[in-house]
């Protein structure tokens, strides 16, 4: 296990590079000093008490938040300096699966999944639409859904129609927050399978943010351990699961 200011690499081939990132709302300090960085191709998972503030960190990351310090650069672009426009068009790369599936009820499987290519990317060839909309529905396994509702879904179909939805515009980047809470152990199992399938075939950079320890096991190239605003510990599944540091060791009892 490397100690948390190792969390901080310096690497080329980085898509994110947080640096000395703090946040703070009202006289609560959330984040003290996060740095993290993420590689292409990995996935880094974020483990933590509940309000320690990783879903901050990510909204810090996407521009929904802005730090009061620090450096947050995603695909080369400080965040914090975009305007709106260049805000829009970074997210276009930034792919975000949400604890719910946050389908639109009324619209079919297949009307979701379409709903981005033509708002967000402005295609308008029903033909690419269609086979981006047969490729990623196979790629989560469930082309035979393609013209249901969501209301006809159990909550493990919503969530690989979810990750559907969010693979669908191609993203470099992946944002997962709490892929698996909701669901029974066996497709909780599977969504992160599913997730290891989508980094393999789309080379996709992803944070996954979890209180699964089977998640974060299966799922993750890295962890992080936060604790009071900071990343406290970093390294793989078995160094962590290992470690003689009490505070990290619960996490994995």
């Known amino acids: ?31 003290k000093n996060i740095n993290l960085t993420l590689k292409r191709g990995e996935n880094i998972v974020v483990m933590g008490k509940s ?9 810090c990351i996407v521009g929904m938040q802005e730090p009061d310090s620090g450096s947050v650069n995603v695909l080369g672009k400080e965040v914090p300096e975009l305007n709106d426009e260049e805000l829009k068009e970074l997210r276009k790369h930034i792919g975000f699966l949400f604890q719910g599936a946050a389908l639109y009820d009324s619209m079919s499987v297949r009307d979701n999944l379409a709903f981005p290519l033509k708002k967000v990317l402005k295609i308008k060839d029903q033909k690419e639409i269609d086979q981006r909309i047969d490729e990623v529905l196979e790629s989560v396994g469930l082309s035979d859904a393609i ?5 006809d879904l159990s909550g493990g179909m919503l969530k690989r ?17 709490e892929p698996t809470t909701g669901l029974d152990p066996i497709t909780g199992r599977e969504i992160s399978n599913l997730i290891v399938e989508v980094q393999k075939k789309y080379k996709a950079s992803s944070i996954i943010i979890t209180h699964d320890l089977e998640c974060a096991r299966i799922t993750s190239n890295r962890i992080v351990i936060m604790s009071e605003g900071e990343y406290i510990a970093e390294g793989t599944y078995d160094e962590l699961h290992s470690s003689d540091n009490q505070l990290v060791k619960s996490f994995f009892s």
């Open 51 to 59: 309000g320690e503030g990783k879903s901050i960190t990510i909204q």
């Open 161 to 177: 129609v979810g990750l559907a939805r969010t693979l669908i515009v191609k993203p470099e980047i992946i944002l997962y927050d």
């Open 1 to 31: 296990m490397k100690e948390a200011k190792s969390v901080q690499h310096i690497d080329n081939n980085a898509v994110i590079k947080v640096s000395h990132l703090r946040k703070s709302f009202g006289d609560k300090l959330i984040l």
């Open 147 to 151: 013209d249901k509702m969501p209301a």
